[in-house]
């Protein structure tokens, strides 16, 4: 995939923030107060309002969140570390997988935060991993956008438009972007250097605190930025990605090894090994030759670390299902949870080993235990409904999404999706419509939530308790899309650009909603009760 306009928005907004070599780590930290100016130039609300376009754009540009596994660990990893951020966006922090090989992370206003695959899989442990990320979620609890345009507006009025539009430009071409940004709006180049470094100091030093009361070995940042630093000692022809956003020192590194030594603690963690299973998740299904992988990883000697041994030995497990090898892949997971009966990772594995033989009875016994054993995996019920699906028993599948959905609260929107594609296969088209809605409402696509509320009340008896409840959700549908099409300062940056967003990213079959009717069914189908 070309990820040359991989969203403008989201990489400008990155460029927007961009680090630059750390100042002393040593002033005061603190949270950002209501009523400062920074609300002044971009509210909570209007950061949330940016937030949910970006993603919109995002989504359909960047290859996203296609493993549901992997995206179910970053987000929780994130969630454990965002808990001890002292400040929440309006609509919480949200956590996302970008499958791209290049090392690169982002956040966006509204608590967006992204990781590119190709990070993930170069952190050595989760305590680097988690450094990453608390860095990221500390640009966002601090306001650092927000307090980004005050300085901006502070050296010379400008629009919020204005400094957006020069953001955008300088993502197509960094040199004219910043002239964009320093002339249009006429910055001071020394005033705009310091405030950089000041806000990379803070989003350290904020960083390795909320690594530290989340239970994470903060070294763990030094760490990563000291493998990017050899990285780009040793580059040949280009540094690491993210280097480009996020500029190291040796300085730098230092002031944030330090500053780990005075918090840590000999019982904090460095590594898991559901971190190590997920990197070779990663490496497993991401590499352009399984089988040269699958030959290299069976040429290493067993590692001396056994978390790390059962992680190479079920990413050669993924590699032979992915190469049609279901027997092997079944036989050394087997053996692998001969010491781990209850590991999710190692089940769903297992399931799909068992599926790739033929043997849905055994898949769906394990789907069930997995599910037992890990209520909250949404991951696991969306596996099991897949085999249900597969099985031709989709009203099955539908029943087990919506049981699923009625027990936890912080579920993704992909769920509804397939909740909609199992309803569809069932022939219950209104039911498919309400949960294809409220997947939209969910991505921050509020017309297309509209449009299918509209034709679901089409199709039920207007004074059914159906009607009632879809009558009122299309009026929430509908509020929440005249909020959208408000005044948003994202969308004025926007404005007579000639900004190239890229084509919108084809969805493969395994993500795409099966096709929903556009014309209303004559017959009347009430949706289910909730």
């Known amino acids: 995939m070309n990820q040359a306009p991989l969203t403008v928005l989201l990489l400008g907004l990155l460029l927007w923030i961009t ?21 002044q130039a971009l509210s909570p609300r209007d950061e949330a309002r940016v937030g949910r376009n970006l993603m919109i754009h ?10 549901h596994q992997i995206s179910a660990y970053l987000d929780s990893l994130g969630q454990q570390l965002a808990t001890h951020a002292g400040h929440e966006p309006i609509d919480g922090y949200t956590f996302f997988v970008i499958h791209a090989p290049e090392i690169n992370a982002l956040a966006a206003p509204g608590g967006y935060i992204g990781m590119n695959t190709g990070l993930i899989a170069e952190a050595e442990n989760e305590a680097q991993l988690a450094g990453v990320l608390a860095h990221e ?28 539009a020069g953001i955008l430009i300088g993502t197509v071409n960094p040199q004219a972007g910043q002239a964009a940004i320093i002339t249009g709006i006429g910055r001071d180049a020394q005033r705009q250097l310091d405030f950089t470094r000041s806000i ?17 070995h903060p070294e763990g940042m030094a760490e990563f930025f000291e493998i990017l630093l050899r990285q780009e000692l040793g580059a040949v022809d280009a540094a690491p990605e993210y280097l480009r956003t ?5 300085r730098r590194v230092a002031e944030a090894r330090d500053r780990a030594r005075e918090m840590a603690d000999t019982d904090m963690r460095r590594d898991t090994p559901t971190f190590q299973l997920m990197r070779h998740r990663l490496l497993a299904l991401e590499g352009q030759s399984p089988r040269e992988r699958l030959a290299r990883w069976s040429a290493q000697g067993a590692h001396e670390d056994p978390a790390r041994e059962t992680a190479r030995q079920y990413g050669m497990a993924l590699i032979e299902l992915e190469i049609n090898e279901p027997g092997a892949a079944a036989e050394r997971i087997a053996r692998l949870r001969a010491d781990d009966r209850d590991n999710l990772h190692l089940l769903l594995a297992a399931a799909q080993a068992d599926r790739a ?13 997995a599910r037992d054993l890990h209520p909250s995996s949404w991951p696991a019920a969306l596996d099991h409904a897949d085999l249900l699906r597969q099985q031709g028993r989709p009203e099955q599948a539908a029943g087990t999404l919506r049981r699923f959905l009625r027990e936890h609260e912080r579920i993704p929107a992909v769920v509804w999706r397939e909740k909609a594609r199992a309803h569809d296969e069932a022939g219950n088209r209104t039911a498919s419509r309400e949960a294809l809605a409220e997947w939209y409402t969910r991505s921050h696509r509020y017309d297309e939530a509209v449009r299918q509320l509209e034709l679901a009340l089409e199709e039920v008896d207007s004074d059914s308790n159906a009607a009632h409840r879809l009558r009122s959700r299309l009026d929430d549908a509908r509020t929440q899309q005249r909020g959208r099409l408000a005044r948003d300062p994202l969308a004025d940056g926007l404005r007579g650009l000639d900004v190239d967003f890229g084509p919108e990213r084809v969805l493969p079959d395994s993500e795409a909603p099966s096709p929903i009717p556009v014309s209303p069914s004559s017959e009347s189908t009430e949706t289910e009760a909730r």
């Open 357 to 369: 033989m033929g043997d849905f009875e055994q898949a769906d016994e394990r789907y069930r235990q």
């Open 137 to 164: 979620i500390a640009h966002v609890s601090q306001r650092h956008i927000a307090r980004r345009i005050v300085d901006q507006q502070a050296a010379a009025p400008a629009s919020l438009a204005q400094i957006v």
């Open 246 to 250: 996020h500029p190291l020192s040796s």
């Open 19 to 39: 680090p630059l070599p750390s100042a002393s780590p040593h002033a005061d930290v603190r949270l950002p107060q209501m009523g400062e100016p920074a609300d």
């Open 58 to 67: 995002a989504r359909r540009t960047l290859d996203i969140d296609r493993d």
């Open 200 to 216: 990379e100091a803070e989003a350290d030093r904020v960083g390795i605190g909320i690594m530290a009361r989340a239970g994470f």
